[in-house]
């Protein structure tokens, strides 16, 4: 599918989305798109139009078990904010393994859909992203543009 940050590629099987990935070639007639893949699009189409922030899809997780722990702990940071790697440690009740859920953070597979551009460093700084440091930052000012603010 096109997306304001080039194309993305989706795959997945009968079970759920297993990648969404970020490519440089042309995108292929999207018709051929299989049924089980369209409600991906739909949802990362209404996501980049600012129209959704919370998504709803079934995954086909492709991982080692630790992965796929720290994956999950991943869909828990909220729209527009982020966690560093020592909090994804703390939840998943390791803190100590801060490097271990930075090489899991740097193993996922589905892209936007499981946040892993929400994780940055303790001090603050953006830290590497698979799809590159421009469209974490990217990803990250357009989520925190649509947070509408509160008053207390």
């Known amino acids: 599918m096109e ?3 080039g194309p993305v590629l989706i795959r997945g099987t009968e079970k759920g989305i297993t990648t969404v990935d970020f490519f ?3 995108l292929a007639n999207q018709s051929a798109i299989p049924a089980c ?3 991906g699009v739909r949802q990362l189409t209404a996501y ?3 129209d959704l922030q919370a998504f709803d899809l079934t ?3 492709e991982g080692t078990p630790f992965q796929q722990e720290v994956w999950k702990k991943l869909l828990d940071i909220p729209f527009g904010k982020t966690a560093a790697y020592l909090d994804i440690a703390k939840k998943i009740g390791n803190p100590k393994a801060v490097r271990a859920v930075g090489s899991a953070n740097g193993q996922n597979k589905i892209a936007i859909i499981v946040p892993c551009h929400r994780v940055i460093g303790s001090n603050g700084n953006l ?3 698979a799809g590159g440091l421009s469209k974490k930052r990217w990803l990250l000012a357009f ?3 649509q947070i509408q603010p ?3």
């Open 3 to 5: 997306s304001p940050l």
């Open 24 to 26: 440089e070639a042309k």
């Open 37 to 39: 893949l369209k409600e």
């Open 48 to 50: 980049f139009h600012g």
């Open 59 to 61: 995954l086909d997780w």
């Open 127 to 129: 830290t590497g992203y």
């Open 143 to 145: 989520e925190r543009s």
């Open 150 to 152: 509160t008053l207390f």
